[in-house]
């Protein structure tokens, strides 16, 4: 079975940093692409960063400059590095992996910036 399990998540202060991870099991990350996603209450899911399967990464415009999308391959983990967080950016935070689509989900880890 697929399997993404997020970590990393919690409560921070404006101004603080926080790596999520998305270690997977039972599918290679070096041929699938990935992403983070984020959704708060009462809002959309939204995509935060993605990596396709050159290494190019793109990112939200909320979110440039601040956060790093990385993977490890060797590992089998992805990860998410946020810096200067900002109490906009609290949301369960997502980690997806695909081919076409994004087929696997993670079931989320919560960031709080307070």
């Known amino acids: 079975d697929v399997q993404l399990v997020e970590s990393g998540g919690g409560s921070v202060q404006p101004g603080g940093a926080l790596t999520l991870s998305c270690t997977a099991s039972?599918?290679?990350?070096?041929?699938?692409?990935a992403a983070w996603f984020r959704q708060a209450p009462g809002k959309k899911r939204e995509g935060v960063a993605a990596?396709?399967?050159?290494?190019?990464?793109t990112y939200a415009d909320s979110v440039k400059g601040r956060f790093t999308a990385s993977v490890d391959n060797a590992k089998n983990t992805l990860y998410l590095r946020m810096n200067n967080l900002k109490a906009e950016d609290t949301a369960m935070y997502y980690c997806?992996?695909?081919?076409?689509?994004?087929?696997?989900w993670g079931r989320g880890t919560q960031v709080t910036v307070s």
């Open positions: 997806a992996a695909g081919t076409v689509v994004f087929t696997y």
């Open positions: 990596i396709d399967l050159n290494g190019g990464r």
């Open positions: 039972g599918y290679s990350p070096s041929t699938h692409c």
